[in-house]
């Protein structure tokens, strides 16, 4: 198939069941990926299937790049160049200076990454930790730009829309038991109702 003809877009609460298949083939951690479902994109044929997907995790004006994953190695380059398209619109739509990865294939190079320098790790967020990782850094604009108080408004915003998206699952996960209850309320109720109509169509035949 044509990789081109996939479509690129945000990850929603449906996509998660084939999004947790593809993390587990990659051997991501699951379960965290799955609390920061608004930060990740997706690379699906037009049948469904996720080709690929990465996350874009925004702190102020700078983003960190993590978490890709493949369906198939043989066209993991043509799909990673999708993805990376993908994230460059929303790095000039979120306005950031500055993009980050830890993510080790060539072409992460190839795009203009390179190893941080103990300079530009005083730049790093807080919010994406591990400063003591083997972090490569993208510059995008000029990061004077933005002043520390607009810094820190972008990142109180951007860790509200994670807040109410995390909020989201929890309440999609709750509606779910919430239907499987009622749905196991209704098939007891008409259980219940058969047995007494089988109770009482028995008692009319002894009479």
């Not at 379960?31 to 299937?49: C, F, M, N, S, Y």
């Not at 730049?123 to 930790?129: D, K, N, T, V």
């Not at 820190?152 to 915003?157: A, H, N």
């Amino acid at each position: 198939m044509n990789v081109m003809e996939c479509t690129v877009r945000r990850a929603n609460l449906d996509d998660l069941p084939a999004l947790k298949g593809l993390w587990e083939i990659a051997r991501l951690p699951v379960i965290e990926l799955e609390k920061h479902l608004t930060e990740v994109q997706v690379a699906a044929r037009p049948d469904g299937v996720f080709l690929g997907a990465i996350a874009l995790r925004v702190a102020g004006s700078q983003g960190w790049l993590h978490s890709e994953a493949f369906y198939s190695l043989e066209q993991s380059e043509a799909v990673r160049r999708l993805l990376w398209e993908r994230v460059q619109v929303l790095a000039r739509n979120h306005g950031l200076t500055r993009l980050w990865t830890r993510e080790r294939d060539p072409f992460w190079s190839g795009a203009g990454f390179r190893q941080a320098t103990a300079e530009d790790l005083k730049r790093l967020p807080a919010a994406f930790g591990q400063p003591q990782a083997e972090w490569h850094t993208l510059p995008l604009q000029a990061e004077t730009a933005l002043t520390p108080a607009l810094e820190k408004e972008l990142e109180l915003f951007h860790l509200a829309e994670q807040q109410d998206a995390q909020r989201l699952i929890r309440q999609a996960g709750i509606l779910k038991w919430v239907v499987v209850l009622i749905a196991v309320g209704f098939l007891g109720a008409a259980l219940a109702l058969l047995v007494n109509i089988f109770t009482r169509s028995r008692g009319r035949r002894r009479r």
